[in-house]
């Protein structure tokens, strides 16, 4: 897998376990008072945010991405479905590799 793979696909899972957490874990948790779904889900969002945030920044080093690159995947990281659109935003800018 390439870096440039690699970066997507963890903008994608932490934007999806995000999407779980918020539409969710969080619900259950007030509307069906289950505590464990956050409980569950939180630490694992958590450990894919710190991932992706690996990620990001070893890709910045290797020079995939700049630092306004690297302001943007961070931000959208932290707003619901922004994770997709920075998903998006990569498929179009990263080099596409062929074969």
């Known amino acids: 897998m390439t870096s440039e793979q690699e970066l997507r696909y963890a903008a994608f899972v932490e934007a999806v376990t995000l999407a779980v957490l918020v539409c969710f874990a ?14 569950i889900l939180g630490p694992i969002h958590g450990a894919m945010f710190l ?16 630092g306004l690159g690297v302001g943007r995947l961070l931000v959208g990281a932290m707003i619901p479905f922004g994770g997709f659109i920075n998903e998006r935003w990569l498929r179009r ?7």
């Open 51 to 66: 991932f992706f945030v690996w990620i990001v920044i070893r890709s910045w080093a290797e020079g995939l991405i700049n």
């Open 26 to 39: 969080m619900p259950l948790k007030r509307l069906a008072d289950l505590p464990a779904a956050t409980a």
């Open 93 to 99: 800018q990263l080099p596409q590799e062929v074969g």
